[in-house]
């Protein structure tokens, strides 16, 4: 038995939210409790085989999502297990407050994809918008876990009071990246722009060179060998989410700590200079 592959039957509408489209409601009710959901579309409320027609299709118990030009917000919000791939562009709110599982997207994403995520794997083959793993909005805790891979770039606030995880993007990402961090991971392969770690408390943000201003809450820690980096990259090219931008051997880095204003002991390693 196979999947479900789900194609827009009018692209050209307003978005779609996809909140409650799952590969775990799937398992529990089969194909028939996923096409009588209730999707909301612009100002009405449709049943989901209305908006999109189904076939069989993909892995088993996975779903398949093709816009074809549509947007569709919040894909995979909730997800807890399973796996869902979207053959195109998503809109915003992509594996918000995710838990579990498998999430590919092919194209590019809107703003606030992994917004609150806590577990999982999340994969974007094209650019992200702002808000990359950041809190909800009107929340105030990012990224708690999982793994975030963007093949592009991403916009402003990258990892935003992020508490814990990986966000490993190919590209540059905009302003603010890492601006109030806790805890967790960032690594980014073509630099990004500036107050990169404004205000952030612990954490680590990896960059090929330094970032176009830094916080004045930072001080230079110098040139040291850092050993974690070689298990750091081991994983990260086996996952296939080291960025091109770096170098694929050595453990030498320049370290910035900060953000001192902030009381914070957090890093950015600059990879590059070594």
């Not at 039957?9 to 529990?28: F, K």
């Not at 916009?155 to 966000?167: A, P």
């Not at 590209?171 to 073509?190: F, Q």
Request: hydrophobic fraction near 40%; include cysteine; proline fraction near 4%.
């Amino acid at each position: 038995m196979s999947g479900v592959v789900l194609t827009t039957r009018d692209p050209a509408g307003p978005p779609i939210d996809m909140t409650g489209v799952l590969p775990e409601r799937l398992a529990e009710g089969g194909r028939e409790a996923l096409a009588g959901l209730m999707l909301v579309r612009g100002r009405g409320r449709h049943r989901l085989d209305a908006l999109f027609a189904m076939e069989d299709g993909g892995p088993f118990g996975a779903l398949i999502l093709r816009p074809g030009g549509a947007v569709l917000d919040g894909v995979g919000t909730g997800m807890t297990a399973g796996d869902i791939r979207v053959e195109g562009d998503c809109g915003a709110y992509l594996g918000s407050a995710m838990r579990g599982g498998t999430l590919t997207v092919e194209g590019n994403c809107g703003a606030f994809a992994a917004a609150g995520m806590a577990g999982g794997s999340l994969r974007v083959l094209g650019d992200a918008g702002d808000f990359l793993g950041a809190p909800l909005a009107g929340g105030t805790r990012g990224m708690s876990g999982g793994s975030v891979l963007v093949m592009g770039n991403a916009g402003d606030r990258v990892g935003e009071r992020m508490r814990r995880g990986l966000i490993a993007v190919h590209g540059r990402v905009g302003r603010l990246c890492g601006a109030r961090m806790i805890a967790g991971t960032v690594v980014v392969g073509a630099g990004c722009g500036p107050d990169a770690g404004q205000a952030m408390r612990r954490g680590s943000i990896l960059l090929p060179q330094a970032p176009d201003a830094v916080p004045s809450g930072f001080v230079d820690g110098g040139m040291n060998d850092w050993l974690f980096l070689d298990l750091m990259r081991k994983e990260l090219i086996d996952g296939g989410a080291w960025p091109s931008g770096f170098s694929t051997a050595g453990t030498r880095a320049r370290r910035l700590i900060g953000d001192r204003s902030a009381g914070g002991i957090g890093e950015v390693l600059i990879l590059g200079e070594a």
